[in-house]
């Protein structure tokens, strides 16, 4: 069984090196099938921003996982219930643990699952190697609860003689579970057709998450695909006519599904608005005029980002714009050339950023990180505080280790670096900031840093 040798194998090849492993008395307690014990305090100080105290919090090593995957990390945070859940391995099976992101406390450990047949295990093309998938874990907000969703990609039902189905399956947890060797409120098998293991471009990745309008499975394949999962019931609503060919499902909101258009990149919601019903200030874009202009980028929190044209400059897109996902009225705009790494957003989600944009909604003001004639290289927001904190990399890491921090509620706006090998957190919550971090050879740490 994968898992089994998951458990055996990689506990042994990985870690942070000799005396170095975090936290080992929780990993050896997944081996023998019982729930890790309460955090330990920080066994491994991180260099964090100076926000964040390094030597008070918790962590949880994830020792299972190997050094290369395809897939999301399996952590995920809920916000608005201050959880952070992640995924371990036992002898019998994975097993989703949420802790309270405030204390360390563990308030769930569910009863160890089976996935399906992974795609490597069932022989399939390409998801072998660095390319090899884990399951995951998500969170959704839902009719004013919070839900822990643990999920895995593969077969059910494949034989010598059958084909099989190819799913992601869904194993729902409440946030507000509390116990050990929990059961999940129900399992739901979303089938899926993708062309291949995720790959370097995020839109064609294998995504199961909520982008503010409830939990979503997006995918790749001879056509993209897009449903929305109703958590409280298990429905599937899968994006039907609305994604016909040359139009991808983005976001299920109040009004039908948010499409974008693969040929000009634009976006609407069809039958109810269109990108351009609100056109930003200066942008060259005509309403009822088709052009290659208002390009969709993202969503979070119900807010779209989106890039536009001047008459200036028919080439780039200097102008960034954020939308509500329901109604498609314009919340605010600016000049900026947008460089899109995914999008994020504050947990109270008066602010939110993807890549160099980002904005305050209250005071409808946003701030440009890109590159300029003065910064030599732009600042990829990766997490934004309730205060208005916005932490990130310096040129998105690619060639460049340095992090920045920049102020979006009052200051500048002008991005100020963080001591050479300072680490930015993954998540910003209300009281902690949370760290992951690859071991060298493998395995991942979790650690959820207090704020001073």
């Excluded at 974008?260 to 930003?280: E, H, N, Y």
């Excluded at 890549?355 to 003001?365: H, I, K, M, N, S």
Aim: aromatic share 6%; proline share 7%.
């Amino acid at each position: 069984m994968l898992v089994a040798a998951l458990a055996g194998t990689l506990l042994a090849g990985c870690g942070w090196g000799d005396g170095e492993s975090p936290a080992p008395a929780q990993d050896d307690a997944k081996a023998s099938g019982t729930p890790a014990p309460s955090a330990q305090g920080i066994t491994v100080q991180l260099t964090a921003p100076p926000a964040y105290a390094a030597d008070q919090g918790w962590q949880q090593s994830l020792n299972w996982m190997p050094k290369k995957y395809s897939s999301k990390p399996p952590v995920a945070v809920g916000a608005r219930t201050d959880v952070v859940a992640y995924v371990t391995v036992s002898e019998d099976g994975y097993i989703t643990q949420a802790r309270q992101a405030s204390t360390g406390r563990i308030l769930f450990t569910g009863k160890p699952w089976q996935p399906p047949t992974s795609m490597s295990e069932a022989g399939k093309y390409g998801y072998d190697g660095d390319s090899v998938e884990l399951p995951s874990v998500s969170t959704a907000f839902q009719d004013g609860r919070e839900y822990v969703v643990t999920w895995a990609h593969g077969i059910l039902g494949e034989d010598a003689l059958n084909k099989g189905k190819e799913v992601v399956r869904l194993t729902v947890y409440p946030a507000d579970a509390n116990g050990d060797a929990v059961a999940p409120l129900r399992e739901i098998d979303v089938p899926v057709q993708t062309l291949g293991p995720n790959g370097a471009n995020d839109e064609d990745n294998l995504r199961v998450e909520d982008y503010g309008t409830g939990l979503q499975v997006h995918w790749s394949g001879s056509a993209r695909g897009a449903v929305a999962v109703d958590l409280a019931t298990g429905t599937i609503d899968a994006c039907g006519d609305s994604c016909a060919k040359g139009a991808a499902g983005e976001v299920k909101t109040g009004k039908g599904w948010l499409v974008r258009d693969t040929m000009f990149g634009s976006f609407l919601v069809p039958g109810a608005w269109t990108a351009f019903d609100a056109i930003p200030p200066g942008a060259s874009a005509k309403k009822g005029e088709v052009s290659m202009d208002g390009v969709y980028r993202s969503t979070t929190r119900g807010r779209v980002f989106s890039s536009w044209h001047t008459p200036a400059d028919k080439i780039l897109s200097p102008l960034t714009a954020v939308h509500d996902a329901t109604t498609g009225q314009l919340e605010t705009s600016m000049p900026c050339e947008m460089k899109h790494s995914g999008a994020v957003a504050s947990p109270n989600g008066r602010f939110i950023a993807d890549g160099t944009a980002a904005f305050d909604l209250q005071r409808r003001q946003g701030t440009c990180l890109s590159a300029n004639e003065q910064r030599k290289q732009g600042v990829f927001v990766k997490s934004v505080t309730d205060a208005g904190t916005a932490y990130g990399t310096v040129g998105n890491g690619l060639g460049d280790t340095s992090t920045a921090e920049v102020d979006l509620a009052g200051g500048t706006g002008t991005p100020k670096l963080l001591p050479p090998g300072t680490v930015v957190p993954t998540w910003a919550l209300k009281d902690t900031g949370v760290f992951l971090t690859p071991g060298p050879t493998g395995g991942l740490l979790v650690s959820a840093l207090k704020h001073k």
